[in-house]
């Protein structure tokens, strides 16, 4: 099968499928504590589920237009296509914090009650609010106070937030993201003119990788942080939300200048997740190691780091994630406490990334490489809406590189105790160990392909 005809088998829809359009009004009250909704349904039978919600907080929920309603456990049954229903926004509520939030976050994943959604199904929302407050929504925008939500892996819990934001667009080659910047508790603010160029070179590098942002219609929420158990970073944490629009969500210690986010990795590891589709839960080393690859080699392209110091990084990590005894495969690590094989599960999956590389460099000649992979991979698959498999996900990017590199990878590591063994990989590379650190062999076999992957753009990403 050619490349092309391999490309067009994932992009067509699947015929014969008609697409459900349900309605709904959203109306938030003055007080930022309930919400109305009203629901005309495509279909005259469905059941609709919330999946943080309960039934019991449901308030004045009734069918519409002669509608009934049944509960049932935790769904409710909609016979007749409408309901109405009034429940309270709750606070947002996490065991562990890193930010000093406002109480008006709300995951609407707790009173945004929606029938099941296939590819194809939309929900059209209209949100109005009361005046002087601003929303952000895990929703596409399609006009004031419209949005569209469409089905989505749903991975981890979306976020609701309605009051004050100081809201901008993150310009990436072309794709227009946008960034929500969210005042803390007592008025704790971050310097949009601080951020704003740290996201948009992080996103620009990560865009290099396959020529364009790999979701136009990403959002990016940045709010106050604080140091936390990772250390005093000035990037306390972030991560990626897939439930509705993908959403990179940072917090920021508000004195962060912007020599020290530029130097950090996280903004570049959170959005180069954006390169894959979402992997399972329990295969999360895919995602995390390909992005901790990728915040690497990243970083030294961008004349952040060195190209020996990105090489440094790496080796390290690989070193230090080959310690200890009795490891788990890869795709048994979560079964174990994540503080145990956090390192595993980072960086197994960015040595599979490397190794995938340069043997697309090598076999190819240096014309097919991760990144070009990556590229088609984006035109023709992302944003996905579903859960991909591990097995599955490799397996597309060796159809559409048209070279068998990562299913054999998949399946002499990813069952395969401890970590995948580098050691002649970088040595054929030319990165060699030393009393300092490394010492970098330009005679070594696979020098060119070395330099090639850390190889230093013309000129920063915009």
């Known amino acids: 099968m050619g490349l092309f005809a391999a490309i067009l088998m994932v992009i067509l829809p699947v015929a014969g499928l008609r697409a459900s359009v349900h309605d709904y009004q959203v109306s938030i009250s003055a007080d930022l504590r309930t919400v109305d909704v009203t629901a005309r349904l495509d279909d005259a039978d469905l059941r609709l589920r919330a999946p943080s919600g309960r039934v019991e907080r449901l308030g004045s929920m009734q069918g519409c237009d002669g509608a009934t309603v049944d509960t049932s456990g935790r769904t409710l049954r909609v016979r007749g296509g409408c309901l109405q229903y009034t429940t309270s926004l709750e606070p947002f509520r996490?065991?562990?914090?890193?930010?000093?939030?406002?109480?008006?976050?709300?995951?609407?994943?707790?009173?945004?009650?929606?029938?099941?959604?296939?590819?194809?199904d939309v929900v059209r929302l209209t949100l109005q609010l009361p005046k002087g407050v601003t929303a952000v929504v895990p929703w596409r925008s399609t006009g004031p106070g419209?949005?569209?939500?469409?089905?989505?892996?749903?991975?981890?819990?979306?976020?609701?937030?309605?009051?004050?934001?100081?809201?901008?667009?993150?310009?990436?080659?072309?794709?227009?993201?946008?960034?929500?910047?969210?005042?803390?508790?007592?008025?704790?603010?971050?310097?949009?003119?601080?951020?704003?160029?740290?996201?948009?070179?992080?996103?620009?590098?990560?865009?290099?990788?396959?020529?364009?942002?790999?979701?136009?219609?990403?959002?990016?929420?940045?709010e106050p942080g604080e140091a936390s158990l990772f250390g005093d970073s000035p990037v306390p944490f972030g991560h990626v939300i897939r439930s509705g629009e993908e959403v990179v969500r940072f917090f920021v210690q508000p004195g962060a200048t912007g020599k020290a986010l530029r130097e950090d990795w996280t903004a570049v590891h959170?959005?180069?997740?954006?390169?894959?589709?979402?992997?399972?839960?329990?295969?999360?080393?895919?995602?995390?190691?390909?992005?901790?690859?990728?915040?690497?080699?990243?970083?030294?392209?961008?004349?952040?780091?060195?190209?020996?110091?990105?090489?440094?990084?790496?080796?390290r990590a690989f070193q230090s994630?080959?310690?200890?005894?009795?490891?788990?495969?890869?795709?048994?690590?979560?079964?174990?406490?994540?503080?145990?094989?956090?390192?595993?599960?980072?960086?197994?999956?960015?040595?599979?990334?490397?190794?995938?590389?340069?043997?697309?460099?090598?076999l190819s000649k240096g014309r097919e490489s991760l990144d070009t992979v990556l590229g088609r991979l984006?035109?023709?698959?992302?944003?996905?809406?579903?859960?991909?498999?591990?097995?599955e996900l490799?397996?597309?990017?060796?159809?559409l590189s048209g070279i068998a590199v990562f299913?054999?990878?998949?399946?002499?590591?990813?069952?395969?105790?401890?970590?995948p063994d580098t050691r002649q990989l970088l040595q054929d590379l030319g990165i060699m160990a030393s009393r300092k650190g490394i010492v970098i062999d330009s005679t070594a076999p696979f020098a060119t392909h070395r330099a090639a992957i850390m190889r230093r753009l013309p000129r920063a990403a915009k």
């Open 394 to 399: 490799f397996r597309r990017l060796d159809t």
């Open 407 to 419: 299913v054999p990878l998949y399946d002499k590591y990813a069952n395969t105790p401890g970590m």
């Open 94 to 120: 996490r065991s562990r914090s890193y930010g000093k939030q406002s109480p008006r976050f709300a995951g609407h994943e707790s009173w945004l009650w929606l029938p099941p959604l296939r590819t194809a």
């Open 321 to 362: 994630a080959a310690q200890g005894s009795h490891p788990p495969s890869p795709n048994d690590a979560h079964m174990r406490s994540f503080w145990e094989v956090r390192m595993l599960i980072y960086w197994s999956g960015a040595a599979i990334a490397l190794m995938g590389d340069v043997e697309l460099r090598r």
């Open 378 to 391: 984006a035109t023709c698959c992302l944003p996905s809406p579903d859960v991909w498999e591990g097995k």
């Open 270 to 315: 959170e959005f180069a997740h954006l390169l894959l589709p979402y992997v399972r839960e329990d295969q999360k080393w895919i995602s995390e190691g390909f992005a901790s690859y990728y915040q690497n080699v990243l970083l030294a392209r961008g004349g952040i780091y060195s190209e020996k110091e990105a090489w440094q990084r790496l080796t």
């Open 146 to 222: 419209r949005f569209e939500l469409q089905q989505s892996p749903g991975s981890g819990e979306a976020i609701a937030w309605f009051g004050r934001v100081e809201q901008d667009t993150l310009v990436v080659q072309g794709a227009p993201l946008s960034l929500a910047l969210i005042d803390g508790s007592g008025g704790m603010r971050l310097n949009r003119f601080v951020i704003k160029p740290w996201l948009e070179e992080a996103a620009g590098l990560v865009a290099t990788v396959g020529g364009t942002f790999p979701n136009r219609f990403a959002q990016v929420m940045v």
